[in-house]
């Protein structure tokens, strides 16, 4: 049973890992215009944001597409 349920933790984990990277993607390309070829694009993006307002951001596409699902 415990195990059970920590299968279950952990597949809500990354499904929310996904939603939160998909959201930055989409981010980015709202940002920038165009979509991101490079794991660096992004990296130097997200350090020149705020940390409050992406996260808001990021949070808020992700709560977006959880009640949409």
Known sequence: ????N???AGSESKSLRRKQAQAMLDLFEVDRGRAAVTLD???EWAASQRDDELCSRVEGLVSQSSSGS
């Not at 049973?1 to 059970?4: A, H, L, N, T, V």
């Open 1 to 4: 049973m415990f195990e059970q």
């Open 6 to 8: 920590m299968d279950i």
């Open 41 to 43: 694009e992004i990296k």
